[in-house]
């Protein structure tokens, strides 16, 4: 008669921590998956909006104060921080009205339309630029293949209400328009072409300023100096640290989470843990989409 022997208690504890370690990656890996989907599909909007609504109290009582920046620089010479209110763009036509921020990287991108820093400010003479999210977080330039030719829409700065015509919309292998012509100005609208988040080039829209330019101070971030994550359709460049940290927290939690399942109950677990994993995959599922093209 054979006798079984018991497996060594080692041998036990380790298969043991391995499910629990491959459980807690596979509850990762979906929260991650749902968490970016929920982030690009539906949370990011709401985020937007918010921020919206913040940079448009704030703009409002720098226009109320006088103190609205008007150049690259602020009132005491340093530049504008990224992020910062400079204009309110109104297209009737397309029903939008969005506050302008300062810079047009991924993470200025994700509260509203962006100014490129080395063009002068809205309503100023020279060629300004402005980039704006065609989908996700609420997609403020989603409809700007809409405009024709002729149709006017307003920025208003620190310096005024600045009108706008639009003179065309351009894809990838249109002519540009003409230069603009001493003391003239210019605005370009610039978004993603393509499938909704599945950006496959750029779409401009070019409008010339039909209201009279205001003072345009000199330029102290020279044109072709901005780092390259701040043109169109660029990613972020460098390690994304605090993706990294957010995605550790992630992992120690969902391990967690395996090892409470078993030794606390399914309903405690429940509990105690799902906000916590639900938070947290929020916060990598925002790192991730700060990842994504900025024009998305």
């Given at each position: 008669m054979t006798v079984a022997l018991p497996l060594p208690l080692t041998r036990v504890r380790s298969v043991t921590a391995a499910r629990h370690l491959a459980r807690g990656a596979l509850l990762s890996l979906a929260a991650l998956l749902l968490g970016v989907t929920a982030q690009l599909l539906l949370v990011s909007g709401v985020q937007e909006h918010s921020a919206q609504h913040a940079a448009y109290d704030e703009l409002r009582g720098r226009l109320a104060l006088g103190t609205a920046p008007v150049a690259q620089t602020d009132q005491q010479g340093a530049l504008l921080a990224p992020g910062t209110p400079v204009g309110l763009i109104d297209i009737p036509r397309l029903g939008m009205s969005q506050v302008?921020?300062?810079?047009?990287?991924?993470?200025?991108?994700?509260?509203?339309?962006?100014?490129?820093?080395?063009?002068?400010m809205p309503g100023q003479a020279g060629t300004s630029v402005l980039m704006g999210r065609a989908a996700a977080y609420g997609g403020p330039f989603g409809t700007l293949g809409s405009l024709a030719?002729?149709?006017?829409?307003?920025?208003?700065?620190?310096?005024?209400?600045a009108t706008y015509q639009v003179l065309d919309v351009r894809r990838a292998g249109d002519p540009a328009p003409p230069a603009v012509a001493g003391g003239s100005g210019r605005l370009v609208l610039v978004t993603a072409t393509g499938p909704r988040f599945v950006p496959s080039g750029v779409l401009r829209v070019d409008a010339d300023l039909v209201s009279r330019a205001?003072?345009?101070?000199?330029?102290?971030?020279?044109?072709?100096?901005?780092?390259?994550?701040?043109?169109?359709?660029?990613?972020?460049?460098?390690?994304?640290?605090?993706?990294?940290?957010?995605?550790?927290?992630?992992?120690?939690?969902?391990?967690?989470?395996?090892?409470?399942?078993?030794?606390?109950?399914?309903?405690?677990?429940?509990?105690?843990?799902?906000?916590?994993?639900?938070?947290?995959?929020?916060q990598v599922a925002t790192r991730t989409t700060e990842l994504l093209p900025n024009l998305l």
């Open positions: 302008v921020l300062e810079g047009t990287d991924s993470s200025v991108l994700t509260d509203g339309p962006g100014h490129r820093r080395d063009t002068p030719e002729g149709d006017r829409f307003t920025v208003t700065t620190g310096q005024g209400r205001f003072q345009t101070p000199q330029a102290v971030i020279r044109s072709g100096t901005l780092p390259a994550s701040e043109e169109p359709l660029a990613r972020p460049s460098g390690v994304p640290w605090p993706l990294v940290m957010w995605l550790q927290a992630l992992l120690l939690a969902a391990v967690a989470a395996v090892w409470a399942w078993h030794r606390w109950g399914r309903h405690q677990t429940w509990i105690v843990f799902a906000p916590l994993v639900a938070v947290l995959g929020l």
